[in-house]
């Protein structure tokens, strides 16, 4: 009789272990898309100070704007890398939940489906990743335009001054 329990104890503690593990793994993988994500929205907001301070102290001339256009462009491709990572993060964290969900026999949830599901993401994960994608796209046309006008691409920006 006590082998039959200390068996069924065993048991017992390697669930716990396990589902433990995944927990612990499932938490850190939300922490890692949290902190990748406050850490990007620092960096546009810096990047674009940055651009603006910088055009502001040299003034709107084709080098300023030019050169301004370089870590505009840096930053769309971090931001691009960000979907990325998003997309990463949603993959292992579905496959967390599958794994706990196995582990503790649990159908997966059923979502409440309205003809406008169909218009957005399925996910917060693939939300995070269309915006991150669509700063992105405006972030590379912001950019190559004022890299373009910078060389001279564009006729020059009249500016008009205003009197207060």
Not at 13 to 24: A, F, N, Q, S, T
Request: proline share 4%; hydrophobic share 45%; charged share 15%.
């Amino acid at each position: 009789m006590n082998s039959v329990l200390d068996g069924q104890s065993q048991d017992t503690e390697l669930m716990k272990l396990r589902v433990e593990y995944w927990h612990k793994r499932l938490e850190h993988t939300l922490q890692h898309t949290q902190t990748a994500t406050k850490l990007i929205y620092l960096a546009d907001g810096a990047v674009l100070g940055f651009c603006y301070f910088w055009i502001k102290a040299l003034g709107v001339s084709r080098p300023s704007i030019g050169t301004a256009s370089l870590p505009l462009l840096l930053l769309a491709v971090m931001n691009y890398l960000h979907a990325g990572l998003i997309g990463n993060q949603q993959s292992w964290y579905n496959g967390i939940d599958a794994r706990l969900r196995i582990l503790l026999d649990q159908p997966q949830v059923e979502h409440q489906k309205t003809w406008l599901t169909y218009l957005f993401p399925k996910s917060t994960h693939r939300t995070y990743q269309a915006i991150h994608l669509a700063i992105c796209l405006a972030l590379l046309i912001a950019g190559v335009s004022m890299l373009l006008y910078g060389f001279g691409i564009f006729p020059v920006i009249p500016l008009h001054s205003v009197k207060p």
